[in-house]
Structure formats: C-alpha cells, structure tokens
C-alpha cells in the first residue's frame, strides 16, 4: 500500500437508523473499491463489518467496524457503525476520529428517530454530513416524500445532487444535476452508463442544477461573484463550492443509492474522493489540556487508541488515530495515561478481519495494531517529544440498568474480568461495585444493549449469568428538630465500659447560621461552639457536627469516636438504611468514667443516640429524580404522555425538533427501570430518550411507609 500523506487521507464516519442499510452500503464500497472481490450479505451472515458471533446472532451491527479504501491516489478511512441508539457509543467514537459523516437515510421510511440523533450528534461536534437515501428499490418508496421531509427537518441546506427517475422495483437510474447527466446500471449494478438527461427531465434537472450552484457559489466570494456574472459554474467550481459548504455545514449534499444492486455506490465514493474535506481541511483537535493539535507528520509522534476489539486466536486488536507525528512498525512510545513502555508492532490498515500490513501511518490516518502489552481504549501513546493526552470523547448517560450476578458464585471474579474486557470494546457498558447497594450494577443504553452483554458472556465467555432489578439508591433525612440522649454501660470483670452522649440533630441546609440555642419543651439548651466540622457526603449533602460541650463532660479526646458513630449511622439510616444527608448534629452533654470510658463506648453512645433523635425528628426517605427528554413522533404522543404520568413523572414542557415532538420531564429513577422497554412498545422502536441526574426529592408517604416496612421484614429475615 502507498504512504499516504496528511493531504491525501480522508476519514468519514458511516451512519444512520437500523435498518437504513450501513452495512450492505459498506460492503458495496469496499467491493468498488477493490478490497473485496466478492460482496456478502447481513442475510449470509458474511459482510465484512458484522463479523462478530453476536452480530451474526442478531442480525445487527454491534460493534463500530474500521475499514478502508484506495481512489484516485487517495486513501478513505471510513467506519461502519451500529444503527440502533443501545450500541451510540460506537457511533460516538467514530465521529470523534473522523471528519465527514455519511448519513444514510432509509428510502421508505425517510428520516427516522436514529436519522435524528446521529444528526444531532454531528450537530454537537460540528461534522460535515452528506445524506444518502438508500434502498430506493423497495415498493412504496417515494423520493420526492423523503426530500420533502429532510428540508422539512434539516432547512434548505439540504441539496440534492441526485434524483431517481422511478423508485421501486423499477429503480435502476439517477439524473446527477452536478455532472447534469443521467446514470443508468444493468441489473447487477456496478459502473454506470452515462447519458444524456432525456427531455422530459431536462426542466427538473435544471431547477436542481441552478439550486446545486447557488448553494456551492454561497460558499465562496470569489464563486459567488462569478456566478452573478455567469449564472453558471464549472462542474470543478461546484465541487469546490460544495467542499467548502461542507466543512463549514453549510451544505448537506443528497445522493441516490441502492446498496444491495450496487447502484449509484460507485459514483458516490467518486464524489467521497473529489469533494469530501482531506484531514489537512478540517479543524484540529484539542488535547486534554486545550491545545490545538495540528495533524502534522512532521510533528511529534501522537496515537489516540479509541478502540479496542478482542477476536478469537489473535486477542486485544488496538485501534488508533495518528494525531500528530509518524509511526512505524518497531517504534517506541510511552503510554501518557499508564507511565508504562510500548514497542509498536505490525502496523494495520484495516477492513475489518481483512487486515493490511503497512510499514508507516501519517498523522491523521487511522490504523491498528496487535499484542500491545498495557494499552486500554482512551489511552495516548507519544513519542519522546510529545507529553499529551487525548480525552475529547463524550458518551451519553445510561439508560438502562441492572444488577448482574454469576449463576455460580464462583465465577464471579471471572464474570468481572469479562466486563472489564467488554468495557474496553464498548465504554458505553458501565460496571458499576456498589457497597450502598450491595449490588454488582451494569448500566447500558437500552434492554437490547443488556442482552448483547449476557448473550455474549454466555456463549463467548461460558459463564452462565441473571439480571435482577437493581435497588434504588434512597437517601434519608429530617425535617425538624429532635434531642436524645443515650447512656452505654458495660461492666464484665475488670475494665467495664462506659460513655453517655446527649445530643440534638436539626436539618441543615447550606450557609445556615450556626446555632445559638434551642427551646425543646419548656427548656432552653444554650450552645457555647468549641469545634465545628463540616463533611461532604461521597453519597451527596452535608454532616455538620458541632462539639458544644462545655465543663468537661466530655474529653475532648472522645470527639473523634462520637462522630464515628454517628457516621456509621449517617452510612446506613434508622429508616430504611439508605444513606442519610444534610443533617447538622450538636453534642451538648454527656458523662465519662473515669476509668471505663473508652473511644468504643462513646463511638456506641453516640450511634444509638443520633439513631433515637434521627426517628424523632420527623424523617424522610428522598428518592433521585432525573431529567427526562423524550423524542417521539407526534402520532405517539398521547401514549407516551400517559405512560409518564402513570410514572409518577412531571411534564415539564414540550416542543417541536426537527419533525419530533421533544417532551421533558422530572421522573423518579425507580419508575425509569424498564422505560427503554416500554417505550419501544410503545412507538414501535420510533422513539428515543436520554437522561440526566437531577436531585433527590420526598418520596411520597405510601412509597415511605412501604420502604420501612420492606426494610423492618429484610432485618428480621437477617437476625
């Protein structure tokens, strides 16, 4: 293969809805391209991308799949990523290393909820797209319904450079308004001929045309000005025009294709390898610590790996991207995450299990490489002149959740292992050891993305496995003010134990005063503060404790043990045994022996005294609730909305984006639990929905009294 400079590689992400075709469409570009001589089918389990058991099981791109190819001198990166929004995180690595997002869009049902959020995606990042309407073949398919909905959702930027003459079986022809010809393929597709534009197209051809060339000339000052001269650019002009657009997003280019024919597949990557932005084009990345890094390979040597594959008789293959620099087989680098040495070995340009050796990539080219010692997916590798790291991708909340356990204790520290190697493949799977819970948590981004995961750790792995719903996370506090005393004595032959602890609890809300006195009844409990410490939770709010002892009750000595106790409180509450928050505690009194007075006596007073006053001061189980955004087609709407509200949710709003009704909502985490499902059932797989951590709320008194109740019958279970 040659050396392919930085101004020679072009890098595009493939996406769009399941279903809209990616695969097959990848498949046909890497057969025009010449890097297979045969095209499989997702039907015969034999593309080039779903090469993975798990993908092959379900019919569905799993996993993001690298591959390449070679036009005109110049070489293509272009990534193959899932359709379904429970594997995004595939779709958010790829757009994150590449320039240009290719987004296919599905003949017959136009652009979908996955159309919308790969778009969005793009949106935030700020990536070129070119649309792709796909599988104009099948019956019912209209064009012109399809256009009318993009330029509905995506505005006038969305041009087409081509359109079908027929859709449906009769497909097999496109008049491209950028060459102003038409394009017509044999039943096998592949290389098309040529014609001229036949004269009951000749009126719509140009109108398309003169729309293709205002929108290019737009671009430029020195085009634009030709055109109010002219009223016509050269074909090179155009593409020049659209190039420009494209990297600035102004301009959503539209092609024509039938990836399964291999029609109109061949003129696409031509427009791909003349008119999409080079890396050189595009711009640079910033590196952790904000500096633009310019994609130079005469620069310091930089590899960002942002993918991780484990195939069978090979192990751990690492995907990289040249950030800067040069690399080569044999070179030594230094992992800037890790501190640890790495010697580079064979070098890869990539089609998924069809592997090219190459002895060199260029910054801004995108390899792999195997047998790598201790590289994990996110990990920067530099040279001797380069200390950066990389970290610039963001993926979405979960979605989903559940506590997983190995059928066989046993395997349980294998079944961990495995995650952790699973996690490497797809960060999006999050693993998550709670102690609060006493729960083994996987988090993923939908039931399907969930079942991926057991599937494959029981027929790769062999370790058999179960989803239980997890616990929520309550939280408990109070609401008014409560005194307690209590009294610990223990006497058993020679040194006894002995400690009294009086104190008072309130609420306690950021930036209160601190406490003068307090009335409880007809007595007044003055405060002299002699030490005040404030405590950020690890699990969220604030213990205040106050040592407002005065006389020498207590030593002072014995402080240190008090807020122990009350801390093993604070970590499993009176109520339900969540985790308590925002409370401000005031020791006042207490008594001491003079020999049997010991850290451990005072550390049990004072737990069993919080845990007193804790129940007399009006408690309170919080439970978290989340920022809810749904997007749903308006047809959906009513059920989802009374879905929500049997959710116990809160509409916050509603609006309209780009054709979807987006619904926001505050809605309790336990009510989340199987909403991926029910919404899919709901809208038919047509709607999605992201979410966000919010705050901690009062459960309502029913929930409350159900929660202690379950609480009071689990510590019986346990005695």
Known sequence: MKNYQTNEIKNIALLGSAGSGKTTLAESMLFEAGVIKRRGTVEGKNTVSDYFPVEQEYGYSVFSTVLHAEANGKKINFIDCPGSDDFVGGAITALNVTDTAVLVVNGLYGPEVGTMNAFRNTEKLGKPVIFVVNQLDRDNCDFDRVLHQMQEIYGSKCVPVQYPIATGAGFDSVIDVLLMKKLTWKAEGGAATVEDIPADQADKAQELHDALVEAAAGNDDALMEKYFETMELSTDEIREGVRKGLATRSIFPIFCVCATKNMGVSRMMEFLGNVVPFVS???????????????????????????????????????????????????????????????????YACAGTNRVAVDQLNAGDIGCTVKLKDVKTGNTLNGKDSDWKFDF??????????????????????????????????????????????????????????????????????????????????????????????????????????????????????????????????????????????????????????????????????MPAILKGIMQRMEQGPLTGSYARDV???????????????????????????????????????????????????????????????RRAIIMGMDSEAGYQKLSAKIPLKELSSYSIALSSLTGGRAS??????SYELVPNDIQQALIKQHEEEMKDED
């Open 584 to 646: 401000r505690v005031i020791v006042y009194d207490g008594k001491m022996h003079p020999v049997d007075s010991n850290e451990l006596s005072f550390m049990l007073a004072a737990r069993n005294a919080f845990s007193l006053a804790f129940r007399d001061a009006g408690p309170k189980v919080l439970e978290p609730i989340y920022d809810l955004e749904v997007l749903v087609p308006a047809d959906y709407m009513g059920d989802v909305m009374s879905d929500l509200q049997g």
């Open 281 to 347: 084009d595009m711009p640079k990345v910033k590196n952790a610590a904000g500096a633009e890094i310019a994609p130079d390979s005469n620069g310091p040597t930089s590899l960002f790996f942002f993918k991780t594959g484990v195939e069978p008789h090979i192990g751990e293959v690492s995907y990289f991207k040249v950030m800067s620099g040069t690399v080569k087989s044999g070179d030594d680098l230094t992992n800037a995450d890790r501190g640890s040495k790495e010697r580079i070995g064979t070098l």
């Open 393 to 558: 991708i963001q993926y979405p909340n979960s979605k989903y959740s559940r506590a997983i356990k190995a059928v066989n204790e046993s395997e349980t520290e294998k079944m961990m292992a495995a995650l952790n190697k699973m996690r490497q493949e797809d960060p999006t799977w999050v693993v998550e050891q709670s102690k609060e819970l006493r729960q083994i948590i996987v988090h993923g981004q939908g039931e399907f993305h969930l079942r991926t995961l057991k599937w494959r750790m029981e027929n790769n792995e062999k370790i058999q496995i179960e989803y239980q719903e997890p616990k929520i996370p309550y939280r408990e506090t109070i609401s008014k003010m409560a005194r307690a005393d209590y009294r610990h004595k223990k006497q058993s032959g020679g040194s006894g134990q002995f400690g009294e602890v009086h104190l008072i609890i309130e609420p306690y809300t950021e930036g209160m005063e601190d406490p003068v006195s307090f009335m409880i009844g007809n007595q007044e409990f003055k405060m002299n503060i002699k030490g005040k410490e404030e405590i950020d939770l690890e699990w969220g709010g604030k213990l205040v404790f106050i040592n407002s002892v005065v006389g020498g009750a207590i030593d002072l000595r014995f």
């Open 689 to 694: 929905f992201s979410t966000k951590f919010a």
